[in-house]
């Protein structure tokens, strides 16, 4: 079940390229494209200053010896790879924040053409403010949640950067998810939702993190994912047959 659930989350992106294209809903990406642009630029910058920076600190704990030359160079790419990895959980989580407000109304406008159900009132300040804040709580939760575990898994021999990889896609998939979440369940009821599919998360974070690794990728990451992440958490939250709304 977790791995299908991985397959599923990963697979959801043909369906939906398919449902962007039949909505006409690419305008939905020129917001979050911007945000991306613009975090990249300033996190990017900082990430390049200062993972050598770290790498040298961690190498100053060594002194002398041919053993420090090669613990020098460990070091190094190790500094390189947490700056690169925090700098990652910074960049999709406070995009994710910023955009949280365009991201529910993408996501509400496939739960209607899916399921023609919602009445949710039209856009407003009060509503995108609402939106906002609890995708800063959820970006904020998770984020110190990432930083704490990447770190961990960054001490870990051979395997450190895979399991950073699945902690990082884990988390990013819990945030695509959550701007469908938001019109369903409490944020208590959305975490604990998300662990029970921890596996669609995953495979949701997956795409999205090779995404954000690619020169043009992360600029229409954000919103591709949010609407893959719409057409699976739906079913979920649906009855067979049924409209979303109550747990099956």
Not at 208 to 218: D, E, K, P, S, V
Request: proline letters at 4%; glycine letters at 12%.
């Amino acid at each position: 079940m977790f791995f299908r659930d991985i397959f599923n989350g990963m697979a959801s992106y043909g369906k939906a390229f398919h449902l962007i294209n039949k909505l006409g809903l690419w305008s939905y990406f020129v917001v979050p494209a911007l945000i991306s642009l613009v975090l990249a630029a300033g996190i990017g910058g900082v990430a390049v200053s200062y993972g050598g920076a770290l790498g040298d600190w961690m190498a100053s704990w060594c002194h002398g010896g041919w053993i420090c030359d090669k613990i020098g160079s460990l070091f190094h790419l190790l500094g390189g790879i947490l700056v690169a990895a925090v700098g990652l959980i910074l960049f999709k989580n406070l995009a994710m924040a910023a955009a949280s407000p365009f991201m529910s109304l993408l996501s509400e406008k496939i739960e209607k053409s899916l399921y023609g159900v919602r009445q949710e009132p039209k856009a407003n300040a009060a509503r995108m403010v609402r939106e906002f804040i609890r995708g800063l709580s959820i970006s904020l939760r998770n984020i110190f949640r990432e930083l704490l575990f990447t770190l961990l898994a960054g001490f870990v021999p051979v395997i450190g950067p895979f399991l950073i990889f699945f902690i990082q896609s884990y988390y990013a998939g819990f945030g695509n998810m959550d701007y469908t979440l938001e019109r369903h369940l409490t944020l208590r009821q959305s975490i604990g939702f998300v662990r029970q599919n921890r596996g669609l998360a995953i495979g949701n974070g997956i795409v999205f993190l090779l995404m954000l690794m690619t020169l043009i990728g992360f600029v229409f990451a954000l919103p591709l994912s949010t609407v893959a992440a719409t057409t699976e958490t739906l079913k979920r939250l649906s009855p067979p047959g049924g409209a979303p709304g109550e747990l099956v």
